[in-house]
């Protein structure tokens, strides 16, 4: 039987910190109300010559060193972003020039904060199908380039970076499963409407904060059960969770659904803030470097976004 699983796993921030503090300058805001509201103190933002991109390509240049395998063995580059460079060519495509891989096919695929998961779900069916051996899959988001930063709702909340896996065939045991679901009809509550404001098109994120936690937190609760299930589990059986980071009271809430402590949830919101389809593929590279993930640990990944889109991962590490 063929299984896909992660060989190698890789992550960049940039450098530019903003923290709660600088906030504070700018916003009627404090570092008081936003840790307590949220678990952030700070998060990375791009500086002026940074790109998306260039977020992906230093994620996966890590990816593809820690999977020891070279980069004319990719036969397969899905990118998970909602801030590409441009509306096109695709990060993918440009990822793919950059690492000087020729030929293999490059998309990226758009589902908010879930991307990642969608790009894992779709990189396991073409290697389980046999379509490809070795798959970089990457999450990545500037979200601060869509962020209005006269919007204390907003302006707290989301930060940049770049997270990458490679994802390979293999005959042991690596992803279990996944479970990728949409619902588009409360569009209106999450979603970065086309402004058009003295003729210039202003596109930046509007939420309707308490709203989408709510129904965040309410699908969250389905995800765990559904992948338990799925897998004839218990919630004792998972070693990590490694959720994405939107805000420490839903990652709490998660983890008391799985009556787990808070010591088995990789926690990187306080530092990197929200930073979409890259939290997780962030969050597992923490866990690994930190020495807390080890092979054969089981793993639920969980993430909830605008569309919105939900999902799962569930993987033997
Ligand atoms: O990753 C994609 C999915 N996204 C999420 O899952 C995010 C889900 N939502 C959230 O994380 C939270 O709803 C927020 C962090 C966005 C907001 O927290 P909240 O506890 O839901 O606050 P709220 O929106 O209900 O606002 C409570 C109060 C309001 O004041 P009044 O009306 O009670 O006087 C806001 O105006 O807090 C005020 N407020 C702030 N005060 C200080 C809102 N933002 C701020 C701020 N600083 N930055």
Redesign the pocket.
């Known amino acids: 039987m063929i299984f896909s699983k992660i060989k190698g796993v890789g992550s960049y921030l940039p450098k530019k910190v903003l923290t709660n503090k600088d ?1 504070e300058k700018t ?4 570092d008081e ?2 840790t307590s ?2 678990g952030i103190k700070e998060r990375h933002i791009v500086g002026s010559d940074e790109q998306t991109s260039d977020l992906a390509f230093e994620a996966a240049k890590k990816a593809i060193s820690n999977a020891d395998i070279s980069t004319e063995e990719i036969d397969l580059i899905i990118v998970a972003t909602t801030t590409p460079d441009k509306i096109f060519p695709s990060i993918a495509c440009n990822v793919q020039t950059k690492l000087g891989i020729k030929n293999c096919p490059a998309f990226d695929i758009q589902a ?2 879930s991307g990642f998961i969608y790009g894992l779900s779709i990189a396991d069916k073409f290697i389980k199908t046999q379509s490809a051996k070795n798959i970089l899959v990457i999450g990545a988001d500037s979200m601060s380039k869509i962020t209005d930063y006269t919007d ?6 989301w930060g940049d970076g770049g997270g990458a896996v490679i994802l390979s065939s293999s005959d042991q045991q690596g992803i279990l499963s996944t479970h990728i679901h949409a619902d588009g009809q409360h569009e209106e509550l ?1 979603h970065v409407p086309n402004n058009n404001i003295k003729n210039k098109i202003k596109q930046t994120i509007t ?1 309707q ?2 709203q ?2 709510k129904i ?1 937190v309410n699908t969250l609760d389905k995800i765990v059960d559904e992948a338990l299930e799925a897998n004839n589990l218990q919630k004792k059986d998972i070693d990590w969770l490694v959720p ?1 980071q ?2 420490i ?2 990652l709490e809430a998660t983890a008391k659904k799985l009556q787990m402590s808070m010591d088995k949830v990789i926690v990187t919101i306080d530092r990197h803030g ?1 930073t ?1 389809a890259a939290s997780i593929p962030l969050a597992l590279d923490e866990g690994i470097i930190s020495g807390k993930i080890k092979p054969g640990h089981l793993i639920l990944m969980e ?4 569309g919105f889109t939900w999902g799962s991962a569930l993987i033997r590490f």
């Open positions: 906030l916003l009627d805001t404090t109300w936003i509201r949220t908010v904060c204390r709702s907003n302006a707290i909340l999450l939420m904060g308490s989408v936690f965040a994405h939107a805000n009271r839903i929200n979409s993430a909830f976004g605008g």
